[in-house]
């Protein structure tokens, strides 16, 4: 998820993805209606507890963990946050590398 969002943002965004997934899935008939209807009230009872980064992330593994049909967008969110992290992981280093070798030169 992006930083520069805010937490509402990226709430609202989870929101509509997870709902597209549950439309989706309930469309093709493999969550039938009852279900549909307690994932929804799960949905809506869970998301008000969501006030910073991490419980958006502990809401949406949760989530995955309580309805399979959420466990793909929460293994690729969470190879993305990694992917992410390890980015800027790699342009912190090499900035510094680059910052000590413009150093170096200009001695």
């Known amino acids: 998820m992006d930083k520069?969002?805010?937490v509402e943002e990226k709430k609202k965004n989870l929101m509509n993805k997870i709902t597209g997934i549950l439309i989706d899935?309930?469309?093709?008939?493999k969550v039938n209606q009852e279900l549909g209807q307690e994932i929804a009230?799960?949905?809506l009872?869970?998301?008000k507890n969501i006030?910073?980064?991490k419980t958006l992330n502990d809401f949406l593994k949760q989530l995955s963990e309580k309805y399979s049909i959420?466990?793909?967008y929460f293994?690729?969110?969470?190879?993305?946050n990694?992917?992410?992290?390890t980015d800027e992981e790699k342009i912190t280093s090499i900035k510094e590398q680059l910052s000590k070798l413009a150093n170096f030169k200009s001695q």
Do not use: P, R
């Open 82 to 85: 990694q992917i992410k992290k």
């Open 4 to 6: 520069n969002l805010t």
């Open 25 to 29: 899935e309930m469309s093709q008939k």
């Open 75 to 80: 293994v690729n969110a969470s190879l993305e």
């Open 41 to 43: 009230t799960y949905i």
């Open 70 to 72: 959420f466990k793909l």
């Open 45 to 47: 009872n869970q998301s």
């Open 51 to 53: 006030k910073d980064d």
